[in-house]
């Protein structure tokens, strides 16, 4: 195995996650112990924000009001794209009942959760689609409570745009409140009364640490912290499609991975050389993130082959994986840890990050070795049941008593022996054993 880095990244994901645990554990105790007052006096000091934090229905029909109408289209143009695939990811997953053996039925429902709290980010950007990722799935889901917060701006409170999106999406409250303070408030259900079953949706790394903190005593859609790409690529792939695409996502924040494995040694000199280029021509603050995203998690690594290259990319887990290669289906066939995958030149991850339809929503710092992205099923409970005739006790109870015996638990066994004596009195089933 031959593997040469051409550019190597000084950091990791997991950099600095020491201090970010001491950070959040310490505001998450304090939220706690004070409640809303503390989670109030936490917006005013991280935020500046001292305004309502629950959204009236004005300041909706307000945003909606304030929207201009070609806006308003593109924003519903997500929404329907997102639902739609969202629907059929629901009709995919089905509920059963199978007798699977005679007088002994079972099945499987799916359940969804009655409250889950969708945290929309909103430091450094708008994020509009995040709104509707995490929205429209629960909504599709079945849930019952949808509650959703975001960071006020400065002196502004959510932007219109997220709270049009929200409310179209069908958020049933909105708290203006972002990072630790927004995440504690949906868990302990501060300011709606409905404490959360389940806390989704991406964020930095305070957000991302606080839900895994909080991670027990409440469900987690996954770890979904600061967005990473990983492009895989061969000497038929464009260097400057593969540059624009590694800057479009460094451009998230200075601790945004990006990653290039190419099997071409021409495509990863071009590349790293038109990188700089882009990243200088983008406006400020964006120019400043993408700079330090690449100048520290910029990683470029030449392989000698397509195995090699997918053992790399692999290797990463990234959370969008690109492929500018011939054969996207040897690909598609190949890799197993990546979020989301897009084959081919011609899709880009901003298409999927904006309103192509398959969420946005996805595993980070390697979590794409265990999990998927947000879909329904995460919203959905997936548990059993059981029903039996007397007859079929005559069966399952002798074997469940002496599984029970073999395991030393005489309890457990007698439960069955007392449904053997009393259906079926004229029996002795010990002798049987
Ligand atoms: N994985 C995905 O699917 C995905 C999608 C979109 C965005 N993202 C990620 O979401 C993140 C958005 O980050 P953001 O910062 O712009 O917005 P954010 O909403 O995640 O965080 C803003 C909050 O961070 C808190 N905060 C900031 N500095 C703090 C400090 N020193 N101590 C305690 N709290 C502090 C503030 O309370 C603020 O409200 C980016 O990392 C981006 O990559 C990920
Ligand atoms: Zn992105």
Same mark, same amino acid.
């Given at each position: 195995?031959?593997?040469?880095?051409?550019?190597?990244?000084?950091?990791?994901?997991?950099?600095?996650?020491?201090?970010?645990?001491?950070?959040?554990?310490?505001?998450?105790?304090?939220?706690?112990?004070?409640?809303?007052?503390?989670?109030?006096?936490?917006?005013?000091?991280?935020?500046?924000?001292?305004?309502?934090?629950?959204?009236?229905?004005?300041?909706?029909?307000?945003?909606?009001?304030?929207?201009?109408?070609?806006?308003?289209?593109?924003?519903?143009?997500? %929404?329907? &794209?997102?639902?739609?695939?969202?629907?059929?990811?629901?009709?995919?997953?089905?509920?059963?009942?199978?007798?699977?053996?005679?007088?002994?039925?079972?099945?499987?429902?799916?359940?969804?959760?009655?409250?889950?709290?969708?945290?929309?980010? @909103?430091?450094?950007?708008? %994020?509009?689609? =995040?709104?509707?990722?995490?929205?429209?799935?629960?909504?599709?889901?079945?849930?019952?409570?949808?509650?959703?917060?975001?960071?006020?701006?400065?002196?502004?409170?959510?932007?219109?745009?997220?709270?049009?999106?929200?409310?179209?999406?069908?958020?049933?409250?909105?708290?203006?409140?972002?990072?630790?303070?927004?995440?504690?408030?949906?868990?302990?259900?501060?300011?709606?009364?409905?404490?959360?079953?389940?806390?989704?949706?991406?964020?930095?790394?305070?957000?991302?640490?606080?839900?895994?903190?909080?991670?027990?005593?409440?469900? *987690?859609?996954?770890?979904?912290?600061?967005?990473? *790409? @990983?492009?895989?690529?061969?000497?038929?792939?464009?260097?400057?499609?593969?540059?624009?695409?590694?800057?479009?996502?460094?451009?998230?924040?200075?601790?945004?991975?990006?990653?290039?494995?190419?099997?071409?040694?021409?495509?990863?000199?071009?590349?790293?050389?038109?990188?700089?280029?882009?990243?200088?021509?983008?406006?400020?603050?964006?120019?400043?993130?993408?700079?330090?995203?690449?100048?520290?998690?910029?990683?470029?690594?030449?392989?000698? =082959?397509?195995?090699?290259?997918?053992?790399?990319?692999?290797?990463?887990?990234?959370? %969008?994986?690109?492929?500018?290669?011939?054969?996207?289906?040897?690909?598609?066939?190949?890799?197993?840890?990546?979020?989301?995958?897009?084959?081919?030149?011609?899709?880009?991850?901003?298409?999927?990050?904006?309103?192509?339809?398959?969420?946005?929503?996805?595993?980070?710092?390697?979590?794409?070795?265990?999990?998927?992205?947000?879909?329904?099923?995460?919203?959905?409970?997936?548990?059993?049941?059981?029903?039996?005739?007397?007859?079929?006790?005559?069966?399952?109870?002798?074997?469940?008593?002496?599984?029970?015996?073999?395991?030393?638990?005489?309890?457990?066994? &007698?439960?069955?022996?007392?449904?053997?004596?009393?259906?079926?009195?004229?029996?002795?089933?010990?002798?049987?054993?």
């Amino acid at each position: 195995m031959s593997i040469e880095t051409l550019k190597r990244a000084d950091k990791r994901p997991a950099t600095g996650e020491e201090e970010t645990r001491r950070t959040v554990a310490s505001l998450l105790d304090e939220i706690e112990r004070g409640g809303e007052p503390t989670a109030l006096d936490c917006a005013r000091r991280l935020d500046g924000w001292d305004g309502p934090i629950v959204v009236s229905p004005e300041a909706i029909a307000a945003a909606e009001a304030a929207l201009p109408p070609a806006l308003k289209d593109d924003i519903r143009y997500a %929404h329907d &794209r997102v639902r739609r695939f969202a629907e059929h990811q629901r009709h995919s997953l089905s509920e059963f009942e199978v007798e699977l053996e005679p007088g002994f039925r079972a099945g499987q429902k799916l359940i969804p959760m009655t409250t889950v709290g969708c945290y929309v980010p @909103g430091g450094r950007y708008a %994020h509009v689609a =995040s709104a509707i990722m995490s929205v429209t799935t629960a909504r599709v889901a079945g849930v019952r409570n949808v509650i959703a917060c975001s960071p006020p701006r400065r002196g502004e409170g959510i932007p219109t745009s997220v709270l049009y999106a929200l409310h179209l999406c069908g958020a049933d409250q909105i708290l203006v409140l972002g990072g630790v303070q927004g995440i504690a408030a949906l868990t302990f259900g501060l300011f709606t009364g409905h404490p959360a079953d389940m806390l989704v949706g991406p964020g930095n790394q305070y957000v991302a640490e606080a839900k895994r903190l909080l991670f027990g005593r409440v469900g *987690i859609d996954m770890f979904a912290g600061p967005s990473e *790409i @990983g492009i895989i690529a061969d000497g038929t792939a464009d260097p400057r499609i593969l540059a624009s695409d590694l800057v479009g996502q460094a451009e998230h924040g200075p601790n945004s991975p990006a990653w290039l494995v190419t099997t071409d040694r021409r495509v990863a000199e071009e590349t790293i050389r038109l990188v700089p280029g882009l990243i200088e021509a983008l406006p400020e603050p964006n120019r400043g993130f993408a700079a330090a995203a690449w100048r520290e998690y910029g990683e470029v690594t030449l392989c000698d =082959s397509r195995e090699e290259a997918a053992e790399v990319s692999d290797g990463y887990a990234p959370e %969008h994986l690109e492929v500018h290669a011939a054969d996207p289906d040897w690909w598609l066939g190949r890799l197993v840890n990546y979020g989301s995958l897009f084959l081919g030149e011609e899709t880009t991850v901003a298409f999927g990050d904006k309103a192509a339809g398959p969420n946005h929503i996805l595993p980070t710092k390697g979590a794409a070795r265990y999990t998927g992205g947000l879909s329904v099923g995460k919203f959905l409970k997936t548990v059993t049941y059981q029903r039996m005739t007397r007859d079929a006790n005559r069966e399952l109870a002798a074997v469940t008593a002496r599984l029970s015996r073999l395991e030393g638990m005489e309890a457990h066994a &007698r439960t069955a022996d007392d449904r053997l004596a009393k259906y079926f009195p004229d029996q002795d089933f010990r002798l049987e054993a």
